[in-house]
């Protein structure tokens, strides 16, 4: 339950900025993030039993791969274009884990693991995680859009 807390809190300076930028902006991200769950859930659901269990360690590999490039771009310095990258892969590895997450699930459900609190942070956790980066994409586009209109006016 803590981790629920702790995980909140370290998103509430994102989310106040998105407020400060465009408040619709952090609606279409839930939206968006929700459609995602709900899609990506029913396809594990709907798919045969421990079909996507093995993209488990892809999955990891793919964490464990943004772990050492976010090391290597602190030392060495990051760019704007290897920061998006981060993101969508992020993006790209997190999707992948509410998938084998729902499948991990209802395989532990059907061996008798019933640990509903557990299960349910295990997908708040992926939820947050893809909902931070498409609200980080969002916001990015955001900008963007609102710097090519005062360019316009100028």
Known sequence: MASAVFEGA???PLIDLAIQIDPSVLVAAFVGTAIAFAC???????A???EYLYLGGLLSSGVSMLLWLH???SIFGGSA?????EIY???LV???????DTQDIIEKAHLGDLDYVKHALTLFTD???VFVRILIIMLKNSAEKSEKKKKRRD
């Not at 990506?40 to 709907?46: K, P, T």
């Not at 997190?94 to 084998?100: L, Q």
């Open 10 to 12: 370290s998103v509430g």
């Open 40 to 46: 990506f859930s029913g396809a594990a659901m709907l």
């Open 48 to 50: 045969k039993r421990r």
């Open 71 to 73: 090391f290597a771009s």
């Open 81 to 85: 274009a290897f920061f998006m990258f």
């Open 89 to 91: 892969f992020g993006l």
């Open 94 to 100: 997190f999707v992948g884990y509410m998938v084998v």
């Open 127 to 129: 939820f947050v995680a």
